[in-house]
């Protein structure tokens, strides 16, 4: 190999090594390279991963500073709570789903002093077995194993019920558990022993004031009875005196003993119901009652009085309104009473009348109405209008006192009105009358699709006689409602002119010219024999003859049926003087037997004044002592009608009753009560006992006539003679 070759081949081999190195160099620095990246994002990872951890480690420190907060918070909540807990006078417990407690505060466990096994973690039914065993509450007489199961149910009740115990020692522990969502309870023993106590001074104070109230109802009853009872003696002997031969002077001492009698009864009367209404245990007892007949009623009553002072009754009920009516009588009477009494005793001269209108709804049959009382008295001042309601109210004042009164009537007054669901108010002028207006809704009871009464198809033309304007005014009313013309004459002396063509005259029987007996005389004279009806005011028609059966007289005020079955019966030729509502010559047949009537009565004035009474009446009477007596009179005697005094030595009125109607076959005795006793709850309990009607003492005349014509059986001879019959 020549030198060239070899060199050649040197040059080739180092060219080879140098690329090679070269080569290998760039492998080193790309090595170089990638090891410096992966060494620069090493070290960035490092420095990242050193940035996290510190920021782990400053999270870890926070959160465990915050941790160290919210435990010493914790803490601090825990033990306020528990001090707040301890602080509490009444026990507080707290128990698990299992029954065990968790934790109770020290008036939990005071209660248990000295039984160191009731702490934290003994069970409930524990707890009460230890209550048991100890005798920690009386239990009473129930045995102890029952009272445990007892308890253990109520304790697993999803809601235990609040239970009161007694503990040993006298004080009282309310029980109060709330069961929460995961099953622990926690439960409350509140201390009840002041509250227990207070109720029970509550429960003797309570039972003080009924016992009181039972003393004040049975003084009331007692003060009622005392008083009634003799008043009874004086106002029946004084009417019975009034019937005698008296002297101007006697008539009028007679008349002062009534009056004061009657005035005593009125406060006394009113001092009961206002205790009732105040009490609240007034209560209203609704029956079918005809309201007409009702308002003629009161007027009955007040007539004398009315009588005396010349005043005129007048009723206007509108024609086409219903009478029979759904309420409570005794109380509308007692409105009424009230009403009128003060109309006529604030009168002095003029007329009292009273106005009834309303609207009737088909549909429901109700029946609104508007009762108005009006009177031409001295009125009312407009400063006194609102004063008048108030209790112990009257409208003069105190120094010059003309009226006599308690004040009490027109409160009690708007009271049962309010108690109805009516209203009542009052317009008056002073010195020209007063007009008190009552609103009451009441059910009607009879048949809305009939009319009213009609006159007879005769009758056309009506000639009214009466020298009181406003009485000719209402009849005048009336008769045009029924299709009559009406011929008003106010001078008696000129009736025979007016008479010509007339079917009816309608009179007065008292008026100052001319009496009835001598218009009827005049008219026959002139030649008219037409149908008469006097209308009388009198308490007993003893002045009219019967010889005429073309004249009847009617006592007024008396309701429209009255008056329509009258004319009826006198246009048709009937004998007008035997109808029901005629005031005289009734007739007898001697071939029948006496009305049996029995009264039982231990007082000896109150059966001297009911035999005086009704000695002149046409029947046979008797009398016995007590409730045993009346039995065996009842068995004996078979009475038709029963007086029946409530307050009889040996047996009372009431068991008297019950007995008669336990041997009863059949028909059914009418018994009515005659009690002094006029307090609430009386009238509820005699008619409870089986009596038919309630009478209060004194007795009044017409009040047993009427009780007796009601009651008069078929078959028997009228016990009435022709001055003594009862109206309406």
Not at 552 to 576: N, W, Y
Not at 683 to 709: H, M, V, W
Request: glycine share 6%; hydrophobic share 40%.
């Amino acid at each position: 190999m020549t030198l060239t070759q070899k060199l050649a081949d040197e040059r080739r081999a180092r060219l080879a090594a140098e690329r090679l190195l070269d080569l290998k160099q760039a492998e080193l620095f790309a090595a170089n390279r990638k090891l410096g990246l992966h060494a620069e994002a090493l070290s960035n990872e490092i420095v990242e991963t050193r940035a996290e951890v510190e920021t782990v480690r400053d999270e870890n420190q926070r959160v465990k500073t915050d941790l160290r907060a919210a435990n010493e918070k914790t803490e601090i909540a825990e033990r306020r709570l528990w001090l707040s807990i301890e602080t509490i006078q009444d026990g507080f417990a707290f128990f698990d789903a299992q029954d065990r407690m968790i934790g109770a505060n020290h008036a939990y466990l005071k209660v248990f002093d000295g039984l160191g096994e009731v702490q934290p973690g003994v069970s409930y039914a524990r707890i009460l077995e230890v209550v048991v065993e100890e005798g920690i509450f009386n239990i009473g007489d129930i045995r102890p194993e029952e009272w445990l199961q007892q308890m253990l149910e109520r304790w697993r009740q999803p809601a235990p019920p609040p239970l009161t115990l007694r503990l040993w020692n006298g004080e009282y522990i309310k029980l109060v558990d709330q069961r929460g969502h995961g099953g622990d309870i926690v439960s409350l023993a509140l201390n009840t022993t002041e509250t227990v106590r207070y109720e029970e001074k509550l429960k003797a104070e309570q039972a003080r004031a009924e016992a009181a109230s039972r003393a004040k109802s049975s003084f009331l009853a007692n003060m009622s009875h005392e008083i009634r009872t003799p008043m009874n003696g004086i106002v029946g002997m004084a009417d019975l005196l009034k019937d005698g031969d008296l002297s101007e002077e006697q008539d009028l001492f007679v008349q002062t003993i009534k009056n004061s009698a009657e005035a005593l009864l009125v406060i006394i009367n009113d001092v009961l119901d206002y205790s009732k209404i105040e009490a609240e245990k007034l209560v209203l007892h609704p029956e079918s009652f005809d309201l007409e007949r009702c308002i003629h009623e009161v007027m009955t009553l007040l007539q004398p009085t009315a009588r005396e002072k010349g005043l005129s009754f007048v009723v206007d009920y509108d024609l086409f309104l219903p009478t029979m009516l759904v309420g409570d009588p005794g109380r509308l009477r007692q409105i009424l009473t009230n009403l009128l009494g003060n109309a006529v005793k604030f009168t002095n001269a003029g007329h009292v009348l009273v106005r009834v209108v309303g609207t009737t709804d088909s549909a429901t049959g109700l029946c609104e109405l508007h009762i108005t009382i009006e009177d031409t008295g001295i009125g009312i001042p407009a400063d006194k209008v609102d004063h008048i309601f108030g209790e112990f109210n009257q409208v003069d004042d105190e120094r010059n006192r003309q009226f006599e009164g308690t004040g009490l009537g027109l409160s009690i007054t708007k009271r049962l009105v309010s108690l109805m669901g009516g209203d009542i108010w009052v317009d008056s002028v002073e010195g020209d009358g007063t007009s008190f207006g009552i609103c009451l809704t009441l059910k009607v009871d009879e048949d809305l699709t009939l009319g009213p009464p009609a006159l007879p198809a005769q009758v056309r033309r009506v000639l009214i006689v009466d020298d009181k304007a406003i009485n000719r005014s209402l009849l005048q009313k009336q008769m045009e409602q029924m299709g009559a013309r009406a011929v008003l004459c106010g001078d008696a002396k000129e009736a025979p002119d007016l008479v010509e063509q007339v079917d009816l005259v309608l009179a007065d029987n008292a008026m100052p010219a001319i009496g009835g007996h001598a218009l009827v005389e005049a008219l026959r004279k002139s030649g008219w024999d037409g149908p008469v009806v006097l209308l009388s005011n009198e308490s007993a028609v003893r002045d009219i003859h019967c010889a005429d059966a073309r004249v009847a007289v009617l006592k007024t005020p008396t309701v429209r049926r009255a008056l329509f079955r009258k004319i009826r019966d006198l246009v048709q030729g009937a004998d007008a003087m035997v109808s029901p509502d005629a005031n005289a010559c009734a007739v007898t047949k001697p071939d029948l037997r006496l009305m049996r009537v029995l009264a039982a009565e231990d007082n000896k004035t109150n059966r001297l004044v009911l035999s005086k009474l009704l000695k002149t009446l046409e029947i046979d009477l008797q009398f016995v002592e007590n409730g045993i007596e009346a039995v065996d009179a009842f068995q004996k005697a078979s009475p038709d009608l029963i007086f029946m005094d409530i307050s009889m030595p040996k047996m009372d009125g009431k068991e008297a009753t019950q007995r008669i109607r336990a041997l009863e076959r059949g028909g059914r005795v009418p018994i009515i009560a005659l009690t002094a006793h006029a307090v609430d709850g009386d009238e509820e309990s005699i008619l409870a006992a089986g009596l038919d009607q309630y009478l209060t003492k004194p007795l009044r005349k017409e009040a047993i006539f009427n009780a007796i014509a009601l009651n008069c059986p078929p078959g028997v001879r009228d016990p009435f003679p022709d001055e003594a019959r009862p109206t309406g």
